[in-house]
């Protein structure tokens, strides 16, 4: 079974930052694609960025230029270091991770249980 585990949420002021950490265990024989994406109250889940087994990496227009997505491979961890918050990036973010599973060779994902930011002064 594999499992996700997120942290580094929190509240912070509008122009700060902070960095999200994901980090996947259980059986995966090789990582696909893992990616955050987030929730506001009343919204859909959205895409907010999210980096390939080539480092290719693909970013909601809003974030761009202030979001970093990247990845230990060595550690099968995805980081998100967010500067320049604004109080419209407030939301629960989520990670994903698609990967070929260790048995079956099948293209699979998993969610993490979502980890809160939230920007305001």
């Known amino acids: 079974q594999v499992q996700l585990v997120e942290s580094g949420g929190g509240l912070v002021q509008p122009g700060g930052s902070l960095r999200l950490s994901c980090s996947a265990s259980g059986s995966i024989f090789s990582i696909i694609d893992m990616g955050w994406y987030r929730q506001a109250p009343g919204k859909q889940r959205e895409l907010v960025a999210d980096?390939?087994?080539?480092?290719?990496?693909n970013y909601q227009d809003s974030v761009k230029d202030r979001f970093t997505i990247s990845r230990d491979n060595v550690k099968t961890t995805v980081y998100l270091q967010m500067n320049s918050l604004k109080p419209e990036d407030t939301a629960v973010y989520y990670c994903?991770?698609?990967?070929?599973?260790?048995?079956?060779?099948?293209?699979?994902?998993?969610w993490g249980q979502g980890t809160l930011v939230t920007v305001s002064s």
């Open positions: 994903k991770l698609g990967y070929s599973d260790s048995r079956t060779y099948r293209y699979l994902e998993v």
């Open positions: 980096i390939t087994s080539g480092r290719g990496t």
